[in-house]
């Protein structure tokens, strides 16, 4: 009688928690659902106008690359979201979606003799450290390396971004980039969006993202006026 009021006991406990578990996962499914839709919401709302500064800013960036560089043989601009996560200590609490507009020039060079890039300064006429996108200097070999951060050079120039997920806005990116030894790239980035996503509902005690790409949507790019 005993064992048997025992084995009801585990059994209530063992059905409330795993009862507990499951309304938590509706409950937290359904809230990773709206913020799917929110984040994609998101993007939809503040593309256009991110759009124009990131005009903006990529011509920023050409006024102080082409007088030393000459102006570019490739260039471009590309969304490129990414999941990140708010940390509390060690702990982390929240997954987040963040959106950038990605703007790319890429100049020809002559020759270099190191085996990585380098990070030159950009300066103005006045000797002075002028406007300073992230520009990068090196060997072609370099920029086609699997994994260029090795060697100091960034990501995605001859393929997309490795990490997150990208689409194409404007312009295009070279499949090779064997027509020349050396290479400048210069690049700004311009903020879109960021949105809160939450954690896994079905993941516990820790929180995991709750999913497993950025949500890009399906609306549409349209060309900024006067873009080249």
């Known amino acids: 009688m005993l064992l048997r009021g025992c084995a009801f006991v585990i059994l209530t406990i063992v059905l409330l928690v795993a009862g507990s578990y499951v309304a938590r ?93 380098e990070r030159p300064p950009v300066l103005g006429p006045s000797g002075e450290q002028a406007y300073q996108p992230e520009v990068f200097l090196g060997p072609t070999r370099a920029f086609h390396d699997e994994h260029p951060f090795r060697s100091g050079c960034p990501d995605g120039i001859v393929k997309e971004p490795k990490y997150g997920a990208s689409r194409l806005l404007e312009g295009h990116r070279p499949t090779s980039l064997d027509e020349s030894p050396a290479w400048v790239v210069g690049i700004v980035y311009t903020d879109v969006s960021r949105t809160s996503l939450g954690c896994d509902p079905w993941a516990v005690p820790f929180c995991t993202a709750p999913v497993d790409e950025p949500i890009l949507g399906t609306w549409t790019a349209k060309q900024p006026s006067g873009s080249s």
């Open 25 to 117: 996962g509706v409950v937290g499914a359904a809230k990773v659902s709206q913020a799917r839709h929110r984040a994609a919401a998101d993007l939809a709302e503040s593309i256009p106008s991110a759009q124009r500064q990131a005009t903006r800013d990529r011509d920023r960036m050409r006024e102080a690359l082409v007088p030393r560089w000459g102006r570019a043989s490739y260039s471009w601009q590309e969304l490129v979201c990414e999941l990140d996560h708010e940390d509390s200590g060690w702990i982390v609490e929240n997954y987040t979606q963040e959106c950038r507009i990605r703007s790319v020039e890429l100049m020809a060079f002559a020759k270099v003799s190191r085996p990585d890039c």
